[in-house]
């Protein structure tokens, strides 16, 4: 049984109160499905999820109608359109825009049955979003002329002279900014200045984004890159040189998960629909399919990853609150401040 009709039947039974119940239906005719169409800005690619919204179940209680584009510009949107935006849902590929949203009231806080699916670790302290999936901050690194033995042991290794011309990074990245943002709430803003300064020293080779630099690791253009783990899974394993590495260190502040996220729109006139939405992301069969289709890690307990991908390891991550990789406008400022933006 669906956890969709599952749900149904107990929305039910618990609305029955004492009056008689309603004759059994008609088997023979199937019974119809009343939908809501939710409008979802999605800053996760088509790429991404859209086959995953086709999978949606026949019996789930809501269709969507998906408008895709970079995160940035969805949450801009959002905040431009106010009241008046037709958005109930916003999908977003990282949780700093949506700590943003959450920051100027304009998300709905969940219900704690949707709350709890999740890892504490990877949901809003204030319950206005959650995280869907994750992606894991790496070096991708040329397995053919690196060794474990030769590579950075912590994050703050990258800024060693030693690495001069062979590394490449994304300044203007989102996750990279999420990932700074850690950093000065970890180091402080003197000491990740110092650092961002010490790596731009390295000449590193910039990168619009993560893929191209794990192309480079592969081809031999660069020896180590700053990108998200799920990139290297998604070349053909065939001939495949580049390698992904994580600070052997528990609790690096390199090793940080990244995650997207969702989270409901607080004038939202569908929220029982967007609800239902947010709980079949997170739902087992879904969860999976980030795992097993996109390489990601899985943010509901108990869901394994990709046999490709390796499971994290007990204490492997640093301890990041959410709202610490949303704080992004004293980043950008930094970065600014620094010619990388």
Same mark, same amino acid.
């Given at each position: 049984?669906?956890?969709?009709?599952?749900?149904?039947? %107990?929305? @039910?039974? *618990?609305?029955?109160?004492?009056?008689?119940?309603?004759?059994?239906?008609? =088997?023979?005719?199937?019974?119809?499905? =009343?939908?809501?169409?939710?409008?979802?800005?999605?800053?996760?690619?088509?790429?991404?999820?859209?086959?995953?919204?086709?999978?949606?179940?026949?019996?789930?209680?809501?269709?969507?109608?998906? !408008?895709?584009? =970079?995160?940035?510009?969805?949450?801009?949107?959002? %905040?431009?359109?106010?009241?008046?935006?037709?958005?109930?849902?916003?999908?977003? !590929?990282?949780?700093?825009?949506?700590? $943003?949203?959450?920051?100027?009231?304009?998300?709905?806080?969940?219900?704690?049955?949707?709350? *709890?699916?999740?890892?504490?670790?990877?949901?809003?302290?204030?319950?206005?979003?959650?995280?869907? *999936?994750?992606?894991?901050?790496?070096?991708?690194?040329?397995?053919?002329?690196?060794?474990?033995?030769?590579?950075?042991?912590?994050?703050?290794?990258?800024?060693?002279?030693?690495?001069?011309? =062979?590394?490449?990074?994304?300044?203007?990245?989102?996750?990279?900014?999420?990932?700074?943002?850690?950093?000065?709430?970890?180091?402080?803003?003197?000491?990740?200045?110092?650092?961002?300064?010490?790596?731009?020293?390295?000449?590193?080779? /910039?990168?619009?984004?993560?893929?191209?630099?794990?192309?480079? @690791?592969?081809?031999?253009?660069?020896?180590?890159?700053?990108?998200?783990?799920?990139?290297?899974?998604? %070349?053909?394993?065939?001939?495949?040189?580049?390698?992904?590495?994580?600070?052997?260190?528990?609790?690096?502040?390199?090793?940080?998960?990244?995650?997207?996220?969702?989270?409901?729109?607080?004038?939202?006139?569908?929220?029982?629909?967007?609800?239902?939405?947010?709980?079949?992301?997170?739902?087992?069969?879904? !969860?999976?399919?980030?795992?097993?289709?996109?390489?990601?890690?899985?943010?509901?307990?108990?869901?394994?990853?990709?046999?490709?991908?390796?499971?994290? /390891?007990?204490?492997?991550?640093?301890?990041?609150?959410?709202?610490?990789? $949303?704080?992004?406008?004293?980043?950008?400022?930094?970065?600014?401040?620094?010619?990388?933006?």
């Amino acid at each position: 049984m669906s956890p969709f009709t599952v749900f149904s039947f %107990l929305l @039910a039974v *618990s609305c029955g109160g004492g009056e008689p119940a309603d004759p059994a239906p008609d =088997k023979s005719e199937p019974t119809q499905v =009343k939908k809501t169409t939710l409008t979802v800005y999605s800053g996760r690619g088509e790429s991404l999820v859209g086959e995953l919204f086709k999978r949606i179940p026949d019996d789930a209680p809501f269709n969507v109608e998906v !408008q895709y584009g =970079k995160t940035a510009e969805m949450v801009t949107r959002l %905040l431009s359109e106010g009241d008046q935006s037709p958005a109930d849902i916003i999908f977003a !590929q990282d949780s700093g825009h949506l700590g $943003a949203l959450a920051a100027r009231n304009v998300l709905a806080e969940l219900p704690q049955t949707i709350l *709890s699916t999740v890892d504490p670790a990877f949901r809003s302290e204030t319950g206005e979003w959650v995280g869907t *999936s994750g992606r894991l901050r790496v070096l991708v690194y040329d397995s053919s002329k690196l060794g474990a033995k030769d590579l950075p042991q912590s994050l703050e290794e990258i800024a060693d002279p030693k690495w001069k011309g =062979k590394l490449g990074w994304a300044p203007t990245n989102g996750s990279l900014h999420a990932h700074v943002s850690a950093l000065r709430h970890s180091w402080g803003d003197e000491k990740t200045r110092t650092w961002l300064k010490a790596v731009q020293a390295n000449n590193p080779t /910039k990168y619009p984004k993560n893929s191209p630099q794990v192309a480079a @690791a592969n081809d031999g253009a660069i020896e180590i890159g700053w990108v998200n783990h799920y990139y290297l899974h998604r %070349l053909d394993k065939g001939g495949r040189i580049a390698m992904n590495w994580s600070f052997p260190t528990p609790g690096d502040i390199g090793n940080v998960l990244m995650v997207a996220g969702v989270g409901i729109r607080k004038n939202s006139p569908n929220r029982e629909a967007a609800e239902a939405f947010v709980a079949w992301l997170l739902s087992e069969d879904t !969860q999976m399919y980030f795992a097993r289709e996109g390489y990601e890690y899985p943010t509901r307990p108990g869901i394994a990853t990709h046999p490709d991908v390796p499971p994290l /390891k007990p204490g492997q991550l640093a301890t990041v609150k959410q709202s610490n990789l $949303a704080d992004l406008a004293p980043t950008r400022t930094m970065l600014t401040e620094l010619g990388l933006l």
